[in-house]
């Protein structure tokens, strides 16, 4: 058999990746410096439901870039029929585009990824074997992979199967040259090219915390169930947007991710979606798919604002001692509404 080809260009040589992540959360990087107005990268405001098309909406919260101080303030709305919640205006195409070129790819990673560990991975992973008539699959495409942390660890319960990794940032061609995927896709999958070379490929598809940032995510479900073959599995992870962390900690719960996270579909809506698509809905899990990061996260976020950049430092044994409290919490917060996300793993229909 000719080896497979990827789609991105020939990979750099390999770059040292930094250290492991560590036991407690780092503050981020000093903050980047924003030369250009993003005023013009807004669409209209919708008046109505991007999911449902209800015009009964209310502003969940309004909040600047707690992260990387982009100028302009941004708005969360909620449908009050379906509860789906969305930000309102929008942000163009070249807005999406900036703030990803500008902060994304240039910056530490998010609370989530250096929380990430390759224990919960395997987790992840493991609740996929576990799942009712799941054979071992060939082909893996994981979606919206980053440095591919999460390939990397379920090689160790699949180690027959061959990962591929898709992300819109160059990163997953780094992680093809350290040997975490076998294949390196740059770009969405919903571009029609890409998605006419994967069509009907892969036998599981996974995507975790990757539907926020998706502009609709109907059509990134919809490519997803492209590249599957009949009888292949979709495993979504996604912040859910009804825990109540969300409501104490407002614009302060990182999920809420301004101006980066367009959308925050509940279990509900999502499952029900993959039933009008013709899926099985195998399993849903609020309480494994649970990251302990929420009070870390949100006083981080809080004492980057507030202090200057020289105090920075003094501010990492409270955000240690959060992190403790919130890895303490999760086994109780997990099995109560304080759970900050949920899990799908939904089978493909043969049409």
């Not at 407690?24 to 209209?44: D, G, I, K, N, S």
Request: hydrophobic share 40%; proline share 13%; glycine share 6%.
């Amino acid at each position: 058999m000719p080896p497979r080809q990827s789609s991105a260009e020939p990979p750099p040589p390999a770059q040292p990746e930094p250290p492991g992540a560590p036991e407690q959360p780092a503050l981020p990087a000093p903050r980047a410096t924003v030369r250009r107005v993003t005023a013009p990268f807004h669409e209209p405001r919708r008046p109505d439901c991007p999911w449902c098309g209800s015009p009964r909406l209310r502003v969940r919260l309004r909040t600047p870039d707690l992260r990387y101080r982009a100028p302009g303030t941004f708005v969360i709305e909620e449908c009050q029929d379906c509860a789906h919640t969305f930000q309102n205006p929008r942000l163009t195409p070249e807005g999406l585009a900036f703030h990803h070129r500008e902060f994304h790819d240039t910056r530490v990673q998010p609370l989530v990824d250096r929380l990430d560990t390759a224990r919960r991975h395997r987790a992840a992973a493991r609740a996929l074997l576990r799942s009712p008539g799941f054979p071992e699959p060939e082909s893996w495409l994981d979606v919206g992979t980053g440095h591919a942390r999460f390939p990397e660890a379920a090689r160790d319960l699949f180690p027959y199967t061959s990962f591929d990794g898709l992300d819109a940032t160059s990163r997953v061609v780094r992680a093809r040259a350290a040997g975490r995927v076998e294949e390196a896709h740059v770009g969405r999958l919903t571009d029609p090219h890409l998605a006419a070379r994967l069509r009907a490929r892969y036998d599981v598809v996974s995507m975790f915390h990757h539907l926020q940032y998706a502009p609709d995510p109907r059509e990134e479900l919809r490519a997803a169930l492209a590249v599957l073959r009949p009888g292949g599995h979709l495993l979504v992870e996604v912040p859910d947007p009804a825990g109540a962390f969300g409501v104490v900690l407002g614009k302060w719960w990182l999920p809420h991710g301004q101006p980066r996270h367009a959308h925050l579909p509940p279990l509900d809506n999502l499952r029900a979606e993959l039933a009008d698509l013709g899926c099985t809905i195998v399993v849903t899990d609020r309480r494994a798919a649970h990251t302990p990061y929420d009070l870390s996260a949100a006083l981080l976020l809080a004492l980057d604002r507030a202090l200057p950049a020289g105090l920075r430092r003094a501010a990492a044994p409270p955000v240690a001692a959060a992190a403790a409290l919130d890895r303490a919490l999760a086994p109780l917060l997990c099995r109560t509404r304080f759970a900050n996300a949920y899990r799908i793993i939904a089978r493909k229909g043969p049409r």
